[in-house]
């Protein structure tokens, strides 16, 4: 869409706005060679790695993530964005119960996915801080959506605090072993718990 | 019942049984004490004021007790013997559904209390270290007998590990400022997905 503005865009904005989508596009390049090096080597693998798999040079790395605990949180960051915009598709693609459930599944695997980076994020560095307010900020809302649907739809009771049920599934995530199967068990049943309080079959 | 071996107990024997009936009397006594010494005044009061308060003296006490870490553990383990136990009268007094879901709420007094005192209990002591060992060995066959009368009943689903139920009621329960309303909300609402699995409404 190069001709959006139509002929309020100068030749010097139009070429600020290439040099800012190259940034972003070498950004892109670096979160997603940095999450599969980090995926396959762990969070200490060498970042010359990462900037070779982006096919940028060191000094783009250095300019967009200056210590690696700025890389690694812009990782989680994208992760924490994927899962909530999952929400989104399944919410289009499913009953809204079966969206719900199958988005906490998508949150476990985020969970996942977040823990085998936390051992390196505790430096204190202002992008680590504030990444619990990120997952807040991205994901209650995303939950909220599918908790109003299903409840709107009759599917799931209609008084959960969607932020009680992030830590809910977080907590029932944590175990020493990981997420195993036992907890995604518990997890589903919890889930299915938000569905009995819809329609009360006892009493 | 004095009488119950008959003619086969010997004076002696009778002196013996005396000695470790008061022996048992005195422990009573002191984890009596010690658990409202405790509540009211943490897990660093007197051991003095315990003493005083059961009527026995320190001599006693510390031939029970040696260490500080043992009387803490005899603590939690009457506790947990209380929570075992009250399996039993739930079930006598109510729907099997009704007794395991009071149960749970049991069993989450249960690590609250048991919260209070575990910042004491990093000792290594072979009293501390053999404490996780005893909650699984008493509570998974109550929750266990509490399932399986509520599965038999058809109010809950039956395919549930007690072990996993048990680990993930405690994951709920640990919160940052301890176990509020907001986790026991999340408590019930597990034991709710356990009533649903029994008889499925959708699909």
Known sequence: L???EGNSASPKVTAERRVRTDARRNIEKLLTAARSVFAASGVDASVREI???AGVGMGTLYRHFPQRSDLIAAVV???VDACADAALSLAADHEPGEALALWMNRY???IVAKRGLAAALSSGSPAVDSLPAYFEMRLRPALQAL????AAAGEVRGDIDPYDLLMAVARLSTT???VDQHARQMVSILVDGLRYGASPKSQ
Chains 1, 2 share one sequence.
């Not at 908790?147 to 299903?150: G, H, I, Q, V």
């Open 51 to 53: 900037a070779e798999k």
């Open 2 to 4: 190069p001709n959006d």
């Open 108 to 110: 476990v695997d985020l």
């Open 77 to 79: 960051r994208s992760e």
């Open 147 to 150: 908790l109003d649907a299903a």
């Open 176 to 178: 020493n072993q990981g």
